[in-house]
Structures are given as C-alpha cells and as structure tokens.
C-alpha cells in the first residue's frame, strides 16, 4: 500500500460531490428495494450497500420514502424523456410500435421500479402514497397524451387505460427478471 510515508509524496483525497454521493445512495436503495423489498430494505443496509453512513444519508434524505419517491421520480422522468426524443424521430412511423418497445425496453431496465410505482406501499402515510400517485398518474398520462397523438379517434379515458394495462402487463413481467432469451419475446 503506497501511503505518504513509504512514497514521501502527499496523498490527495478527492471529495465526492454532493451529486455523486446522492447518485451512490440512490442505486443503493434501488438495488435493496430489488433484493429485498420496500418493507425488508432498511437505511442501515443502504448505507453500508452504498459506503456512505446511515446518518450522512439523512443529509440527502428524510427516510426510506424519500428514497422510494426520488427513485421513482428519476425512473418517470427518464421515460417520459425517452418518449418524447422518440417520438420526434419517428416522423411517420408506426408511433404506437415504437411506444411499445420504448415502454418494453424501459420496463426490462427499471422492472423493480415499476413495480413499486404500481403497487402500494402500505407503510407509508396517506401524503406519500398521494405523491407516489402523482407520479404515477403524471407518467400515465404523459404517455396516454402520446398514445392520443398516435391514434387520434381512441378516446382519453381508452388511452388511459391502454397505457395503465401495458405499464401493469410488464412491471409484472419485469419484475420476475426474465433470461435473455426471454426478453426478446416482450
């Protein structure tokens, strides 16, 4: 191990940026949450998944909830992101097959996150849960607009719900973590 006294030469630490330690957190829990659940995922197992401390992590977040929502809100964010840049190069395309890769491809990535946007968390307090909807319900109807532009003569509420069965379909499929000779059949 070369240290300052063997070398004779000062040993520069690098400090992880705040966003850097955020990011490490944030895989950490999406990596517990995978493996153990929402309920069974504590902070004190983050912390150590993620080599920060259980109290530094309390800088960036409140708790185990604020976690839960940043995770799914980046996962939103992404998606919604994904869709719009391919919808703009799909041009005259067949938009409703590329949302349904898209959404596929999305669900293959963060199948765990879906899961957890879909389903309830029943340890969580009535205004987290309505967050958590929010989220949800913001995706769905992001994606429903999009659904609309692609078929203009489906109504919004029949938009609405072919996204919410196709987001359910797959976050189910997802999160069984099919092979790679299944996932070509999504």
């Known amino acids: 191990m070369n240290t300052e006294a063997e070398t004779g030469e000062k040993v520069r630490r690098t400090r992880m940026s705040a966003e850097a330690r955020r990011a490490r957190i944030l895989s950490a829990a999406a990596q517990m949450f995978q493996e ?3 309920a069974a995922a504590s902070i004190d197992a983050i912390a150590m998944a993620s080599g920060i401390s259980g109290p530094a992590i309390y800088r960036y977040f409140s708790g185990k909830t604020e976690l839960l929502v940043a995770l799914l809100e ?10 719009e840049t391919a919808m703009a190069s799909i041009g005259d395309g067949d938009a409703v097959a590329a949302m349904a ?4 491809d999305h669900a293959l990535r963060e199948g765990t996150v879906i899961g957890l946007l879909q389903g309830t968390v029943r340890e969580m307090d009535e ?11 913001g995706l769905v109807l992001r994606w429903a607009a999009q659904l609309r532009k692609a078929r203009p003569a489906l109504a919004p509420e029949h938009a609405r719900l072919h996204i919410e069965a ?8 997802a999160r069984r973590t099919p092979g790679a000779g299944q996932q070509d059949r999504f």
Do not use: F, P, S
């Open 101 to 104: 890769d898209l959404m596929t």
């Open 127 to 137: 205004a987290d849960q309505a967050r958590l909807e929010a989220i949800r319900d």
């Open 74 to 83: 980046a996962a939103a964010a992404e998606a919604t992101r994904a869709l």
């Open 166 to 173: 196709a987001l359910t379909l797959l976050g189910n499929l």
């Open 36 to 38: 153990r659940g929402y």
